[in-house]
C-alpha cells in the first residue's frame, strides 16, 4: 500500500518569502511523485513529476522539489512567493505508470501582501 | 495538448433524480479513466478506475450501483449519479491517461463537476 502525508493543511508566507510545502510518502516500491495545484472550482495543474530520473526537479512557475529517498520526502520549494500561488497543493505518489495516484491531504498556502 | 474537458461544469437536481457527467480526451486517446470525488476543503479520493471496453474498478466503499461509470471509447468516460441525494453533493473530478505516451504518462485532469443536490 502506498501513502501520502502533508504536513501543515494550510501555509501562510509573505509576497518575496520562500515557499516550504511538505510531503512525505510511503511505498513499498520505487514510486512516481507529483505536485499538483488547484484554484479554486477548478480541476488539477501539474507543477512537477519525480519519476526516478534527476532526484531535484523543476517544475513549472518557478516550484521545484527534491526526493529524498533516505528520508522519503518529496518538498515542494519556490524561492519567492507571488501572490498568484495562493492556491491548494497536492502531493500524489503512485507505484506504476498509468497506476491510480494517491493524494495527500493537501496544503493550502495564503499569500499575504 | 493532453486535454481533458469535462460536461457539464455544473449542474443542480433534484432529490431522487439521475445525473450524467462526460469526461473526454480531446487530443489523446485515453484506455484508462479515473474517478474522484472532493469534498469542500478536502484532498481527491478515487471513486474508481475506468478502462475501456471493461467493466470499472470501483475502490472500497463506492456503490457500483449508485456511481454507474462506462468507458465507450478511448476518447470519452461518463459517470451517472444514480437516484442522487443530497449527501452525493460533491466536486467530481475526472483524470485520463495518455496511452501513447512513451515516458511515464502521467495523468491529465479534468477541470470538474460540481453536483448540487437539492
Known amino acids: 500500500a502506498q501513502s501520502v502525508t502533508q504536513l501543515g493543511s494550510h501555509v501562510s508566507v509573505s509576497e518575496g518569502a520562500l515557499v516550504l510545502l511538505r510531503c512525505n510518502y510511503s511505498?513499498?516500491?520505487?514510486?512516481?511523485l507529483f505536485w499538483y495545484v488547484q484554484y479554486p472550482n477548478q480541476g488539477l495543474q501539474l507543477l512537477l513529476k519525480?519519476?526516478?530520473?534527476?532526484?531535484l526537479v523543476k517544475g513549472i512557475n518557478g516550484f521545484e522539489a527534491e526526493f529524498k529517498k533516505s528520508e522519503t520526502s518529496f518538498h515542494l520549494t519556490k524561492p519567492s512567493a507571488h501572490m498568484s500561488d495562493a492556491a491548494e497543493y497536492f502531493c500524489a505518489v503512485t507505484k506504476a505508470a498509468g497506476n491510480k495516484l494517491t493524494f495527500g491531504g493537501g496544503t493550502r498556502v495564503l499569500v499575504k501582501p | 495538448g493532453a486535454v481533458v474537458s469535462q460536461h457539464p461544469s455544473w449542474v443542480i437536481c433534484k432529490s431522487g433524480t439521475s445525473v450524467k457527467i462526460e469526461c473526454r480526451s480531446l487530443d489523446f486517446q485515453a484506455t484508462t479513466m479515473f474517478w474522484y470525488r472532493q469534498f469542500p476543503k478536502q484532498s481527491l479520493m478515487l471513486m474508481a478506475t475506468?478502462?475501456?471496453?471493461?467493466?470499472?474498478?470501483?475502490e472500497q466503499g463506492v456503490e457500483k450501483d449508485k456511481f454507474l461509470i462506462n468507458h465507450a471509447s478511448l476518447t470519452l468516460s461518463t459517470l451517472t449519479v444514480t437516484s442522487a441525494h443530497p449527501e452525493d453533493s460533491s466536486f467530481y473530478i475526472c483524470?485520463?491517461?495518455?496511452?501513447?505516451?512513451?515516458?511515464?504518462?502521467?495523468?491529465?485532469f479534468g477541470p470538474g463537476t460540481r453536483l448540487t443536490v437539492l
Open positions: 511505498s513499498s516500491v520505487p514510486p512516481y
Open positions: 519525480y519519476t526516478s530520473a534527476a532526484t
Open positions: 475506468s478502462n475501456e471496453g471493461s467493466k470499472a474498478t470501483y
Open positions: 483524470s485520463a491517461h495518455d496511452l501513447a505516451a512513451t515516458s511515464y504518462n502521467e495523468q491529465f
